[in-house]
């Protein structure tokens, strides 16, 4: 599957956990293509990952790693997560929710690796796999924390929801859009008025199938609704109460729970996140947490209780 077929699954996708204008970038990166007909340049999710993490201001005692399976580390090394653009469940040039689950599970393995840090900038994106990637997040035992940058929504909040502490680099990152949407192209007047008719035709006692999809473009979206996008949004509302016992308090019908957002400043009073503070502070949490885990003897309790201090 080619970069341009792959998007456009992603952007027509059944659910997707998306900022509207993260949405419209995606849909914006397309438009080279149509105009020079030619493939859009691939990009490798691991080559961009471990060159951001180079370029990181990372203080010489504190080892960070995104070569998870490695038997060459020193203890207490933290493996570094790069969460960015527009989120996939698969995909080798971008990241994908199953190749974040793959990475968990290999430094959770590698007995030098004591902690996970989640280094998080996305306005969101496919909704599938994302409540597998939850149920992951909250079985490991190393302390994880979730550092945010620019933004965390949608379906990256339901990622950073999961982690044992988020924090934000900035008062002024966007956080939250904890809901669900979706979103069609109607290329029918297009190609009407390009004499291209599109027809279909359904076999005997088949009346229902592709009902609900026909039925959202002709504007009749209720059962559409009803039983694709609601029973995502009660599962993605379901998994943020479990990461996050402050907003486990809130009615169905709060903001916070029907897809505002908020600078980190406000989240940190509402619940989504913990707390303010710049990449090294972060960093700095995590490690001491790490090595309070491994020194302890895996003492997750006590890694927690440094974490949140």
């Keep these: 599957m080619n970069s341009v077929t792959s998007l456009i699954n992603i952007l027509t996708g059944p659910a997707l956990f998306i900022r509207h204008d993260e949405y419209i970038s995606e849909l914006a990166s397309l438009v ?29 005692s504190i080892k ?30 971008r990241f994908s929710t199953k190749g974040l689950q793959k990475n968990l599970f290999a430094a959770e393995a590698n007995e030098n690796i004591s902690g ?81 008719k599109f027809i279909e035709e359904y076999g005997t006692n088949s009346d229902l199938k592709n009902k609900k999809y026909n039925d959202l473009r002709t504007g009749k979206p209720e059962q559409y609704i009803k039983e694709e996008l609601d029973p995502i949004r009660d599962r993605f509302v379901s998994d ?22 908020f600078y980190a400043n406000i989240a940190t009073k509402n619940g989504l996140i913990d707390s303010v503070e710049n990449f090294s502070v972060a960093l700095k949490r995590t490690h001491d947490a790490a090595i309070a885990w491994s020194s302890k003897k895996n003492d997750r309790k006590k890694a927690l209780q440094i974490l949140n201090q």
């Design 32 to 60: 080279p293509f149509f105009i020079t007909k030619q493939e859009l340049p691939e990009s490798n999710y691991e080559k961009i990952s471990r060159k951001k993490l180079k370029e990181l201001d990372i203080e010489g």
């Design 64 to 93: 960070v790693t995104d070569e998870y399976t490695s038997t060459e580390l020193d203890t207490n090394t933290l493996a570094y997560h790069h969460v960015f653009g527009t989120i996939t469940s698969e995909s080798n040039w």
């Design 116 to 196: 996970h840090f989640l280094h998080i900038s996305s306005g969101g994106g496919q909704a599938w796999y994302l409540e597998q990637l939850a149920e992951t997040l909250r079985s490991l035992e190393k302390p994880v924390h979730a550092f945010i940058e620019r933004v965390c929504a949608s379906a990256a909040y339901y990622i950073a929801s999961q982690s044992d502490f988020i924090s934000a680099a900035t008062p002024f990152d966007v956080i939250g859009s904890i809901g669900v949407m979706t979103s069609y192209m109607d290329l029918t007047p297009m190609l009407e008025k390009w004499g291209i």
């Design 240 to 261: 943020v109460k479990l990461g996050r016992s402050e907003i486990a308090k809130l009615p169905d019908d709060h903001p916070i729970l029907r897809g505002e957002t």
